[in-house]
């Protein structure tokens, strides 16, 4: 079966951290950016983070900087975010996608992420940041 499928997510205190992992069937990453994306009730949809295909270009949305760290594993088809020092604000459904093209950060940081259409989408994975 073709899909991306995350796991990780979970409810945690202030300042504590998570790691999300995005797991992908049916198809090698090798070829793909791959990035994550949330959305939280109320709010449209947002790049948090991306990743180029040979991992020398990397996105991330101003919010998460300096907390947020994106890397992939190619050889296990896999990719992660690690979320340190969370804040309330990063409470959302975190989606992981995977998709063609050189313009990760054009896409990643697009005001509307939700006007492109990614070649793989997870079906997320809840992050609750609550004290």
């Known amino acids: 079966q073709v899909q991306l499928v995350e796991s990780g997510g979970g409810v945690v205190q202030p300042g504590g951290s998570l790691r999300l992992s995005c797991a992908a069937s049916?198809?090698?990453?090798?070829?793909?950016?791959i990035g994550w994306f949330r959305q939280a009730p109320g709010k449209e949809r947002e790049g948090v983070s991306c990743i180029s295909k040979s991992a020398d270009i990397t996105y991330y949305v101003d919010s998460v900087k300096g907390r947020f760290t994106i890397s992939r594993d190619n050889a296990k088809n896999m990719f992660y975010l690690q979320m340190n020092n969370l804040k309330p604000e990063d409470t959302a459904v975190y989606h992981c996608?995977?998709?063609?093209?050189?313009?990760?950060?054009?896409?990643?940081?697009?005001?509307?992420?939700?006007?492109?259409?990614?070649?793989?989408w997870g079906l997320g994975t809840q992050v609750t940041v609550s004290s």
């Open positions: 049916g198809f090698t990453l090798d070829d793909y950016a």
């Open positions: 996608a995977a998709f063609r093209g050189i313009l990760v950060q054009y896409i990643c940081g697009a005001p509307d992420v939700s006007q492109f259409e990614f070649d793989y």
